[in-house]
């Protein structure tokens, strides 16, 4: 199995009308189309695998190291390279370019992005803490998360407490994200619901890793109209 995925970046949100008139709430994404830099086989990695680059960048901007190496490869150079692996070698080649047409056939997919950054939180907004009394002697402390460490013994706060600090901006992942729409002549693709990050942040879609068996929204649509249909029927 082939497991490429692509980059792209975050438009921003609208809504997609259905014939039957009802409207869902979808992403937006520009995608970027990849190019295959490198062909990495099983002999030398002990896997087979594709390497491709997405995003271009200025030639100034890149190590000398990796100027080499573009240059070795006789390509531009790419500002994001992403390693895919895959069971055969000979249905890619170097060089070729890839975009919306491996998601022909898909009607879910897992996303990965990084969630807006809210800078330094109180546990109240990051952990959803209930704060301390309103009342009865507490003063000044009312958001405050209240004590952290034990006694003497093990009198030390452990890693991982939940406290104060900085919120989001961090790398997320969701799952099963529902294909409403694809559009290959301007590259972009629509998903059911929001994602995380915020406008023109990159986003990487792969295929999605679990056997999904669910029916699309416009699956299901055309099953109840085949049942309303049924109905008519019957009645006449």
Same mark, same amino acid.
Request: charged fraction near 30%; glycine fraction near 10%; charge should be positive.
């Given at each position: 199995?082939?497991? !490429?995925? !692509?980059?792209? %970046?975050?438009?921003?949100?609208?809504?997609? *009308? *259905?014939?039957? +008139?009802? =409207?869902?709430?979808?992403?937006?994404?520009?995608?970027?189309?990849?190019?295959?830099?490198?062909?990495?086989?099983?002999?030398?990695?002990?896997?087979?695998?594709?390497?491709?680059?997405?995003?271009?960048?200025?030639?100034?901007?890149?190590?000398?190291?990796?100027?080499?190496?573009?240059?070795?490869?006789?390509? $531009?150079?790419?500002?994001? !390279? %992403?390693?895919?692996?895959?069971?055969?070698?000979?249905?890619? &080649?170097?060089?070729?370019?890839?975009?919306? $047409?491996?998601?022909?056939?898909?009607?879910? /997919?897992?996303?990965?992005?990084?969630?807006?950054? %809210?800078?330094?939180?109180?546990?109240?907004?990051?952990?959803?803490?209930? +704060?301390?009394?309103? =009342? @009865?002697? /507490?003063? /000044?402390?009312?958001?405050? @998360?209240? =004590?952290?460490?034990?006694?003497?013994?093990?009198?030390?706060?452990? &890693?991982?407490?939940?406290?104060?600090? @900085?919120?989001?901006?961090?790398?997320?992942?969701?799952?099963?994200? $529902?294909?409403?729409? =694809?559009?290959?002549?301007?590259?972009?693709?629509?998903?059911?619901?929001?994602?995380?990050?915020?406008?023109?942040?990159?986003?990487?879609?792969?295929?999605?890793?679990?056997?999904?068996?669910? !029916?699309?929204?416009? $699956?299901?649509?055309? &099953?109840?109209?085949?049942?309303?249909?049924?109905?008519? &029927?019957?009645?006449?």
């Amino acid at each position: 199995m082939n497991n !490429l995925g !692509l980059i792209g %970046k975050k438009v921003g949100m609208t809504r997609e *009308f *259905f014939p039957s +008139g009802i =409207s869902i709430p979808v992403t937006v994404i520009k995608i970027e189309k990849g190019r295959i830099i490198d062909l990495i086989t099983k002999d030398s990695r002990g896997y087979n695998a594709v390497r491709i680059g997405f995003e271009s960048i200025k030639g100034s901007k890149l190590t000398k190291s990796m100027k080499g190496f573009f240059s070795k490869k006789s390509t $531009e150079p790419k500002k994001i !390279l %992403k390693e895919f692996r895959v069971d055969n070698l000979k249905d890619f &080649k170097e060089g070729n370019e890839i975009g919306l $047409e491996i998601f022909k056939d898909t009607k879910f /997919v897992d996303i990965k992005a990084k969630t807006i950054g %809210k800078g330094f939180a109180g546990v109240m907004k990051r952990y959803n803490f209930s +704060g301390l009394r309103a =009342s @009865h002697g /507490v003063s /000044v402390s009312h958001r405050s @998360h209240g =004590s952290t460490g034990q006694r003497q013994d093990p009198g030390k706060v452990f &890693k991982g407490k939940k406290m104060a600090g @900085h919120m989001g901006d961090k790398l997320r992942t969701m799952q099963n994200l $529902e294909i409403v729409k =694809s559009d290959l002549e301007n590259n972009l693709i629509y998903l059911k619901g929001s994602i995380p990050g915020s406008k023109k942040s990159t986003i990487y879609i792969n295929k999605s890793v679990k056997n999904i068996t669910k !029916l699309t929204l416009n $699956e299901k649509l055309e &099953k109840q109209l085949k049942l309303k249909n049924i109905e008519d &029927k019957k009645k006449k």
